[in-house]
């Protein structure tokens, strides 16, 4: 890594300068200045410098370098949350782009600071990281790479198998028995007080019999009592599947990794959007002022990258246009006083048009917004009719015959369906724990539950087998296929290698 | 390539090569970029893994994206991935980038060489090569050596009081200079002659002969960036008789014929390379290497002839001579050819019944004496 040049810490602090003027309330930035090979190797790590040995980094990397090497995409910035934030600048770079990375990476960093959604992430994880990397290193140093990384993989494809709400949740009180253990406890039949001369009188056996039955049925039922839906399917793994303490920790630590990076995947549209604003704000406010130039096409330049940045994809949403375009919605309403009931309820579109009550509480809303938000209700509340018209979206499908896709509609309830398809438990499938006893044979239940769309059956099926060599015993999960045009409920069924679908009447290897 | 991430990225390509982690094999995605080096349009294979996980079937399949168009309209699906000029340009010829030299040489290993390799008498001398090690007062601007002259520069003003520390200046005159210049140095130059020889008789079927191309291509490939205008070549085939071949592409593209097998024929034609008085190569000067590749199935009463023009002629004379043996079948010629690589030091055997083990094979032709 190269050393951090006296320009660019006057650089910082010209930004820092005017954050302090803003309610950008930052965690304080390490910038680092790396080579354009270290930063693919780093972004490979997801920005930490060290994790545990896993192909896919390899496989990341390969990626990066290659569309470096190609021209298709240099990674300009890098940000990682913690405290302090460590961020790397690629060596070489532009004044302009020095200007607009640090500002840009001043946002994340304010953004994870105070979203919500951070709130219970380990604002230490540069060195939880660090420390995971040695754990697993020495396991695989004792148990070998092969059987490790296979168990890693077999855990990476659960990761995403948890729970939002989980960091949320108060710890829960473990005076619950894990509900796959069998309350075998024989029970004292509970009797009469007699003399032992008066027993067969007062206790006959008859009675006793009844007692006995009376207490099979009740400790029968509570062992059927399928418990409720558990959604942090690798938790539970984690609790009660039966690990070797290696395999225990692996997991573990896939878990930890998993809910660590989970709020960046909530909120990616509004970290996005809230960096692109404030960087925009920055450089043309300030940063790119006559005064503060460093160098005379900063200007050109800035402007350059940043329309690169914004611009509009025909294919998928660009997270920092949208983000951006968002604020900047927000803002505007807020200031003109577009927004609550008098305003949605006016019918008077010329009036409509010109509304301004001048309220100029744009700015206070949108810091609102980035702190108690996500991508989804980001979305949900401020993605309105007027907004998306104005910045021109439309919702395109594959034409399965000539393999080109097409704009569908330009509807506004369909394209915001569709993106909030997208967001709704990050576009993942919604899988269930519901029985851990299943047939009370200790055989895990899933439950898949339908939204009209079926699960792709092959990778369904391997990452079932997974489940059942963590779990050790049959998994099986009951979905939806469409056969036919018609939905038919189908439950597939892992067995150690074999692996069975059943439906209604039949049943079928696969 | 940055240090800490070599070993995760290694990994991923064996697995990728299939090598480990077979299972993971069916979930290998063959990605590709079109990328533009230079003039030239290049495909770059981009292969990635997918790992299952739940996911839905078609998640991808409705979208949403921006910008204008009616309904109806086709979205430009591509992206800005062919360039921007790709299309209107009719007859661009797309290069694999695929293996690059450094890749294959890398995949090698840098431990192999052509073993034995000698300067060969007159050569020797012959070349000489200036480099620039030394310095001197006088020369032109464009060789002035930047540090020297500052120090010197640097060490009269101190000298002279000259120089003050709160206003660092420093400024050379004339007799501060400092340049480069060259000293002529002969360079030890040993060339080699490498001669390639392979079976396309009748047995050699399918299998076999993809190896050999293979092995061949390998070799080939790895010696020419290794040792570039140092090393000449011959390319050599024999059914039961033998004919050199005067360009690599028409070597390559032989496939068999279906004649006998008359192993001595090629030795015979090769011998005539480097031997006698109408030999393009003196063997006093060049150092020779000969590969021969085949299935050993020999007409019987000719292995013995073999076995006797390699102790004699062609063993003695030349650097390194081996054999590598395309099939897992064994032969008379083979066994030979077995015994003799044990009692030689500068001949060489390697079984390839299989591609897989061409890399263990030219480990052992190119490696280090054993």
């Given at each position: 890594m190269t050393k951090y040049p006296q320009e660019y810490k006057k650089i910082q602090e010209m930004v820092l300068g005017y954050i302090a003027n803003t309610k950008l309330d930052p965690f304080p930035v390490v910038f680092e200045v790396v080579s354009s090979d270290e930063m693919s190797s780093i972004a490979s790590y997801t920005g930490f410098p060290r994790r545990y040995p896993h192909w896919r980094f390899g496989m990341e990397y390969e990626r990066n370098h290659n569309m470096n090497k190609y021209g298709f995409q240099q990674i300009y910035e890098m940000v990682i949350n913690n405290n302090p934030a460590y961020a790397y600048l690629l060596e070489g770079s532009e004044i302009s782009t020095i200007k607009t990375v640090m500002a840009h990476v001043y946002g994340h960093s304010d953004f994870f600071k105070n979203n919500y959604m951070f709130k219970n992430t380990n604002r230490n994880m540069l060195n939880k990281m660090g420390d995971n990397a040695s754990i697993i290193r020495k396991i695989i140093d004792v148990h070998g790479l092969e059987k490790v990384e296979s168990f890693i993989d077999s855990c990476l494809m659960i990761e995403n198998l948890i729970d939002a709400n989980y960091t949320f949740q108060p710890p829960k009180r473990n005076d619950k028995a894990p509900i796959f253990e069998e309350q075998e406890t024989a029970q004292e039949i509970p009797r009469f007080k007699a003399k032992d001369y008066m027993q067969p009188f007062i206790n006959p056996p008859e009675f006793l019999e009844a007692q006995k039955k009376r207490i099979d049925e009740a400790q029968k039922k509570e062992k059927e009592k399928v418990p409720g839906p558990e959604k942090n399917i690798m938790l539970f793994l984690l609790e009660n599947a039966p690990l070797e303490p290696w395999e225990q920790k692996i997991l573990a630590i896939i878990m930890e990794e998993a809910y660590y990076f989970l709020p960046q995947r909530q909120t990616k549209i509004m970290n996005e959007g809230w960096a692109t604003y404030w960087h925009s704000k920055l450089m043309t406010e300030y940063l790119l002022r006559p005064e503060n130039m460093l160098q005379k096409d900063e200007l050109i330049s800035y402007l350059d990258q940043h329309s690169k940045i914004i611009q509009q994809d025909r294919k998928n949403i660009n997270p920092y246009r949208l983000g951006l375009d968002l604020f900047r919605y927000v803002e505007h309403c807020w200031n003109t006083g577009r927004h609550g009931k008098e305003y949605e309820e006016c019918d008077n579109l010329e009036r409509k048009q010109r509304w301004n009550t001048n309220e100029g509480k744009g700015l206070e809303k949108i810091f609102i917004v980035r702190s108690c938000y996500n991508d989804i209700m980001f979305i949900d509340e401020f993605f309105t009719p007027e907004f998306a018209a104005e910045q021109n979206y439309f919702m395109h499908i594959d034409d399965s015959s000539t393999d080109e896709r097409f704009i569908f509609s330009r509807d506004f309830a369909v394209i915001k369906e569709t993106m909030l398809n997208q967001l709704t438990n990050l576009g993942l499938p919604l899988i269930y724990i519901v029985d851990s006893n299943f047939k009370n044979r200790n055989e895990l239940q899933l439950y898949h539950k339908w939204t009209g769309i079926p699960l792709r059956r092959d990778f369904a099926v391997t990452t079932l087998k997974s489940i059942a060599r963590i779990w050790k015993r049959p998994v099986n999960i009951e979905t939806v296929e469409i056969e036919k045009e018609k939905e038919k409920r189908i439950r597939i069924i892992a067995d150690g290698e074999e692996v069975k679908r059943e439906t209604g009447t039949s049943t079928q290897f696969i | 390539m940055a240090g800490i991430i070599d070993s995760d990225y290694r990994r991923f390509r064996e697995i990728v090569k299939g090598h480990v982690r077979k299972n993971l094999k069916q979930y290998i995605v063959n990605g590709e970029l079109i990328g533009k080096e230079g003039k030239d349009y290049v495909r770059v294979p981009l292969p990635y893994i997918n790992l299952p996980k739940f996911i839905y079937n078609d998640s991808e399949n409705a979208g949403i994206g921006q910008g204008d168009g009616e309904e109806g309209d086709p979205i430009d699906g591509y992206g800005e991935e062919y360039g921007e000029e790709g299309g209107n340009q009719p007859g661009d010829i797309m290069y694999e980038a695929d293996l690059s030299l450094e890749e294959i040489a890398e995949i090698l290993g840098e431990k192999l060489e052509l073993a034995e390799l000698k300067p060969k008498s007159v050569d020797r001398i012959l070349k000489e090569k200036d480099k620039y090690k030394s310095i001197r007062k006088t020369g032109p601007e464009s060789l002035r050596h930047f540090k020297r002259t500052y120090q010197s520069a640097l060490k009269r003003m101190i000298s002279t009081g000259e120089y003050k520390p709160e206003k660092p200046i420093v400024i050379p005159v004339r007799q501060d200079k400092h340049y480069r210049s060259w000293v002529r140095e002969p360079e030890p130059n040993a060339k080699a002659l490498i001669i390639y020889g392979r079976d396309v008789s009748g047995s050699m079927d399918d299998e076999r002969v993809d190896i050999v191309r293979n092995a061949i291509w390998c070799q080939d490939i790895w010696i020419r960036s290794q040792y570039k205008d140092r090393v000449h070549h011959a390319y050599l085939a024999h059914h039961s008789d033998a004919w050199e071949v005067d360009d690599r592409e028409k070597f390559f593209s032989i496939y068999n014929s279906s004649g006998g097998t008359v192993i001595s024929s090629i030795f015979n034609k090769m011998i005539e390379l480097f031997d006698?008085?109408?030999?393009?190569?003196?063997k006093e000067l060049w150092n020779i290497y000969i590969f021969y590749y085949g299935d050993g199935e020999n007409y019987e009463s000719d292995n013995d002839k073999c076995i006797s023009i390699l102790q004699e002629k062609i063993i003695p004379s030349v650097n390194l001579f081996c054999y590598g043996h395309v099939t897992n079948a064994s032969t008379n010629f083979q066994k030979k050819v077995m015994t003799l690589s044990n009692q030689s030091p500068n001949t060489r055997y390697a079984e390839i019944s299989t591609n897989i083990q061409i890399l263990d094979a030219l480990k052992k032709f190119l490696g280090a004496k054993k």
């Open positions: - | 006698g008085p109408l030999a393009r190569y003196n």
